[in-house]
């Protein structure tokens, strides 16, 4: 009974007999099937093992062909994570979601209630830039980061520190400076880029476009950090 004996939930297969019970499931993400209500109970088996003593960790294994990446259910499925969020609440745990909040802020405000922390991403202030790097604008992410902190749940800011898209003064400053606005927010984390990812890539057989990035150095990374802690003074 140490947390040093985690269980593993897998979703192994190809997720044929699911498919097969309820086709059009993953389609429009109907209410679940009474046939396949039976797993949300080993989800409360790990909860019980926790409250026991137990370490538990819930590990998603999805062995299909051409998957290239997964949304959180928070932002797919805001239903099913806030009723696995409530379980755990009334069990006693401490509950988090890590996520970019780029959904409508609707799906987030079902799973808020449940929640004792919030890791949010906020990786550049300037929209064009974000939008240009990664595809989107950012006036949904800080409108819901605005909103996230006003409802009261603790709220983390994490940005991911990359060379030559957001790591000059300048624009770690405008980031802190928001977070600072923030009711509530009491910790910015600078994460630096690395290359830990690469080989996912290669097994995917994609292109890694970030090979010519060098992770910045620690002492670059420090003079970000002090740049933060000034506007937070």
């Known amino acids: 009974r140490s947390s040093s004996q985690p269980v593993f939930v897998f979703d192994k297969g190809k997720c044929s007999a699911r498919l097969e019970l309820a086709p059009e499931y993953k389609a429009n993400r109907p209410p679940m099937p009474d046939d396949l209500r039976s797993q949300i109970e080993v989800i409360r088996e790990l909860i019980r093992a926790v409250s026991e003593g137990y370490g538990a960790v819930i590990l998603f294994v999805i062995q299909m062909e051409n998957v290239r990446y997964f949304s959180p259910n928070g932002e797919t499925d805001p239903d099913f994570a806030a009723a696995l969020l409530g379980e755990c609440k009334a069990a006693g745990l401490h509950t988090a979601i890590e996520s ?6 609707d799906k987030i405000e079902k799973v808020l209630p449940y929640l004792d922390l919030y890791l949010m991403d906020i990786k550049h202030i ?7 790097y990664t595809g ?12 996230i902190a006003a409802s009261g749940v603790e709220l983390i800011i994490r940005t991911p520190v ?12 405008a980031i802190a400076r928001f977070a600072e606005s923030l009711p509530g927010v009491h910790e910015l984390h600078l994460l630096p880029y690395h290359r830990l990812g690469t080989d996912k890539y290669t ?11 060098t992770p910045p150095t620690a ?3 420090q003079m970000l950090k002090e740049t933060a802690e000034r506007e937070s003074e």
Do not use: C, Q, V
């Open 100 to 105: 970019a909040a780029s959904t409508s802020f």
């Open 126 to 132: 300037n929209s064009e830039k974000h939008r240009e």
């Open 136 to 147: 989107i604008g950012n006036e949904r992410i800080l409108e819901n980061a605005k909103r």
């Open 162 to 173: 990359i060379p030559g898209f957001n790591d000059t003064p300048a624009e770690i400053a």
């Open 203 to 213: 097994g995917l057989g994609r292109e890694y476009t970030l090979s010519h990035i």
């Open 219 to 221: 002492a670059h990374m």
